[in-house]
C-alpha cells in the first residue's frame, strides 16, 4: 500500500474556512473516485464525514465538502466551528484496499 | 439503532494469538462487507482487513498478511480477527466497522474500539 501526504495541522477562526489536502498517487488517489474522509476527537472512534470524493453521509453538516483533483484529494470546513477542532484523516480505495493518510490536526483559533 | 461492538482484546504475550470479536446489530449483516481497522498509541489510523457480506472474498494490508485471518459468522451477526504470532508493533486499538456496500467499501458505522497490548 501507498504513503499518502496530508499537512500534520492546519488551524483557522471561527467562521473562516479552511481545506486539507491529501496527496496520493495515480495507484489510490488519482485512480478511483472513492475517496473518504474521517474525523476522530481525542479518544473516540472514526466519523465518516465524506465518501466517493464529495457525497455526504446523513447527519453531516453541509460546511464540509469534499473535492479532488488529479492524485491530490481535499476536504474544505467552511465556517469553521469550535466542535470541528478533530483530527481528519483521508482514505483512498486502492484497488482491494483503502490507505489512511497521516491525519492532519485541526485547531480552531 | 445501528450497531457494532467489539471484544476480545487485552494483554498477550510476544508470539501468541488472539480472536477479536464484534458483534452487529441494527442492520442486515450479512447485506455488508466489515472491516477492521486499527490505530497504534498516538498514532494514525492503518486500514487492517475486511471481508465482503458473503464472506466469500478477503482483504488485508501487506503488514498483516499471513498472520492475520478476517471471518465472520452471518447466523451469529458476529465478525472475528484471528491474530496469530503477535508482535509488539500490533499493540492497538482495533476498531470494527461496517461498510458502506455489501463489496469492499468505505466505512460509515464504527465501533468503540478494543485494546490490545502485546507485552513480556
Known amino acids: 500500500q501507498s504513503a499518502l501526504t496530508q499537512p500534520r495541522s492546519v488551524s483557522g477562526s471561527p467562521g473562516q474556512s479552511v481545506t486539507i489536502s491529501c496527496t496520493g498517487t495515480s495507484s489510490d488517489v488519482g485512480g478511483y473516485d472513492y475517496v473518504s474522509w474521517y474525523q476522530q476527537h481525542p479518544g473516540k472512534a472514526p466519523r465518516l464525514m465524506i465518501y466517493?470524493?464529495?457525497r455526504r453521509p446523513s447527519g453531516v453538516p453541509d460546511r464540509f465538502s469534499g473535492s479532488k483533483s488529479g492524485n491530490t484529494a481535499s476536504l474544505t470546513i467552511s465556517g469553521l466551528q469550535a466542535e470541528d477542532e478533530a483530527d481528519y484523516y483521508c482514505c483512498p480505495y486502492a484497488g482491494s484496499s483503502w490507505v489512511f493518510g497521516g491525519g492532519t490536526k485541526v485547531t480552531v483559533l | 439503532e445501528v450497531q457494532v461492538l467489539e471484544s476480545g482484546g487485552g494483554l498477550a504475550q510476544p508470539g501468541g494469538s488472539l480472536r477479536l470479536s464484534c458483534a452487529a446489530s441494527g442492520f442486515t449483516f450479512s447485506s455488508y462487507a466489515m472491516t477492521w481497522v486499527r490505530q497504534a498509541p498516538g498514532k494514525g489510523l492503518e486500514w487492517v482487513s475486511a471481508i465482503s457480506g458473503s464472506g466469500g472474498s478477503t482483504y488485508y494490508a501487506d503488514s498483516v498478511k499471513g498472520r492475520f485471518t478476517i471471518s465472520r459468522d452471518n447466523s451469529k451477526n458476529t465478525l472475528y480477527l484471528q491474530i496469530n504470532s503477535l508482535r509488539a508493533e500490533d499493540t492497538a486499538v482495533y476498531y470494527c466497522a461496517k461498510s458502506l456496500l455489501e463489496r469492499l467499501s468505505c466505512m460509515d458505522v464504527w465501533g468503540q474500539g478494543t485494546t490490545v497490548t502485546v507485552s513480556s
Open positions: 466517493d470524493v464529495n
